[in-house]
């Protein structure tokens, strides 16, 4: 056993502050025992305002105790294997081996690889099928598996689609009378698989025809066809707030406070949209006494939506929370929704960079995605936030949209330009913005999305694109562009897209210590089947089986009009 990891463990919670009554974990038992556990560490877990909403709602369910487990850091994973020390919770340094329940918050697919790794170093048989009774139950819910749970179907015995505010009462409920009746872990989730939002992959049987897509995707006897997303109708009823804030963050010492669910827009990339459809908001007297909770506490309040600006009581709402003397943080503006009021608030923050989010650089492909502002808008934003004194901008791109040319890729360069020059001479002292950073990411198509259908563009084309997009502001000396690797957005649209048999070549990586080249030679699964292939509507897609609350047709009609936008030039 290894002192200095569990040393590490407990310093790192005597930093942390709460905001909401937590249980003394020292002197509390339950009836049922969780580990949440979040596949990353504890810097990135701890900046996840789902991870900690879900900790908190555990903790809230009666004879219920969950404590959180983490990826240890990097250094730290030889440590746990040298020292044969098993993977353990942050509260009490139990081993996560020990508890009823290991339930995984996934917000991202590339995370997907973390999850075989935490269970490795826990000593928990990696595929289902090898635990047995006296292992946990491993469950996982969250953003990535809303959207489709099936390449890790093979290593997870039920999983959580759609909002913890919903399940999680009836979730607990079931599985301490389950315990409390001693049945078998196969009894429990035929109890589980009849709730909203359950899924439980061994009860569907999955076919394929011979050119690889799926034929056939097929319940048990008594089993619903579908799965039901669970969704929060009213989010007045539960206030979504950090229940401790500690600086050994990203968002060091700030309470993330959500302001609204799902989107109003329908960008036809975007996930959180369809996957958190319907828009909802919440009330400004709940989100004003939310904020003032961490007073004393946390030194900022970071407001958290997918478009924070279409809040439409987002000024005055600010303005509440700063007159309690409360440091306010916006994550990103809508250019479209920037108000001069609302560029003064967020002056008066002081912030030094905002971000925003043009996502193409053309009209055109702004118009293929839906994005719905136009180039006159973006600049007038700039205007508006340069006369107020902001010097810093970073700016999101996409490269790799469908039906995207040269052009449209040398016009995030000339859009960028234009920026900075609209904040030039817009700026009290004419001097040049001091720093625009250039984001640009690989699209990745997503389930339950228009593009859904799309295939990801190719590794060679894309890294062309990055270089023409960073070769374009070689002589820039304020611009810096920043990109990711496209072949990490490759593995993305493969474990975002794939069915179940992907979890053959998750098992191969993690066995081959993450080396995902040779994982790929050494699995008979093409990959590119998965990610470079488009699909047709009657195709029976992996995901299909999850009722997101948005038809299929109406997902295919918006794929089709973007195509056609593409074609008018």
């Not at 560490?41 to 903790?59: C, D, E, I, K, P």
């Not at 839906?370 to 340069?386: H, M, P, Q, W, Y």
């Amino acid at each position: 056993m290894s002192r200095r990891l569990y040393e590490k463990a407990r310093h790192l919670l005597s930093q942390e502050h709460p905001i909401l009554p937590l249980p003394d974990f020292k002197d509390r038992g339950g009836e049922l025992s969780i580990a949440l556990a979040f596949p990353n560490r504890y810097y990135t877990a701890m900046s996840n305002l789902g991870f900690q909403a879900v900790y908190w709602l555990f903790n809230q369910a009666p004879g219920t105790l969950c404590q959180r487990v983490f990826l240890p850091d990097p250094e730290d994973i030889p440590e746990h294997r040298r020292t044969d020390t098993p993977l353990f919770t942050l509260e009490s340094q139990r081993p996560v081996r020990s508890f009823d329940i290991l339930a995984f918050s996934v917000s991202y697919e590339n995370d997907y690889p973390h999850l075989l790794t935490m269970m490795d170093l826990a000593r928990i048989p990696l595929l289902r099928r090898d635990r047995t009774e006296a292992d946990p139950l491993v469950m996982a819910g969250g953003a990535s598996i809303l959207m489709n749970p099936e390449p890790l179907a093979d290593f997870v015995d039920f999983f959580v689609i759609g909002e913890a505010e919903e399940i999680i009462g009836p979730l607990t409920e079931t599985l301490r009378r389950g315990r409390g009746k001693g049945l078998s872990k196969e009894s429990m989730l035929h109890d589980l698989v009849h709730l909203d939002g359950l899924y439980v992959p061994q009860f569907y049987k999955v076919t394929y025809r011979p050119d690889g897509t799926i034929e056939s995707f097929i319940p048990n006897e008594g089993i619903p066809a579908r799965v039901k997303k669970a969704w929060l109708k009213d989010l007045n009823s539960s206030v979504t707030v950090s229940p401790l804030v500690t600086p050994n963050t990203e968002l060091s010492n700030m309470l993330l406070l959500e302001l609204s669910r799902g989107c109003r827009r329908g960008c036809r990339f975007c996930a959180g949209c369809f996957a958190y459809f319907p828009y909802r908001l919440r009330d400004a007297g709940l989100l004003e006494k939310a904020a003032v909770q961490g007073k004393g506490i946390a030194e900022k309040v970071g407001l958290v939506g997918a478009a924070i600006s279409d809040y439409p009581g987002i000024i005055p709402l600010g303005r509440e929370i700063m007159k309690e003397q409360i440091a306010l943080s916006f994550s990103s503006l809508r250019v479209d929704s920037l108000s001069p009021e609302l560029a003064d608030l967020a002056f008066q923050t002081g912030q030094k960079t905002l971000t925003l989010a043009p996502e193409a650089g053309s009209e055109r492909m702004r118009r293929i995605i839906k994005k719905g502002f136009t180039e006159e808008s973006i600049l007038r934003a700039v205007e508006i936030l340069a006369e107020r004194g902001f010097s810093n901008f970073r700016l999101y791109f996409m490269v790799g949209l469908p039906e995207e040319g040269k052009e449209d890729v040398q016009a995030i360069v000339d859009l960028t330009r234009k920026i900075g020059h609209h904040a030039l001479v817009n700026s009290p002292g004419k001097t040049k913005p001091e720093r625009i950073t250039v984001s640009l990411n690989s699209f990745v198509p997503k389930p339950g999305t228009p593009f859904q259908w799309h295939p990801f563009e190719d590794l060679s084309s894309l890294n062309e694109k990055i270089k023409w997009v960073k070769e374009g502001f070689r002589k820039d000396r304020n611009v810096s562009v920043t990109a990711d690797l496209p072949k990490w957005a490759y593995l993305q649209t493969l474990l975002s897209r794939g069915d179940r048999r992907v979890g053959k070549l998750l098992l191969t990586a993690h066995n081959l210590g993450g080396n995902w080249p040779q994982a790929y030679r050494s699995v008979d699964l093409n990959p590119d089947f998965y990610v470079y292939r488009p699909r047709a509507f009657e195709e029976i897609l992996p995901w299909d089986f999850i009722d997101h609350g948005v038809r299929k047709e109406y997902l295919w009609r918006e794929y089709q009009d973007a195509l056609q936008e593409g074609r008018k030039g």
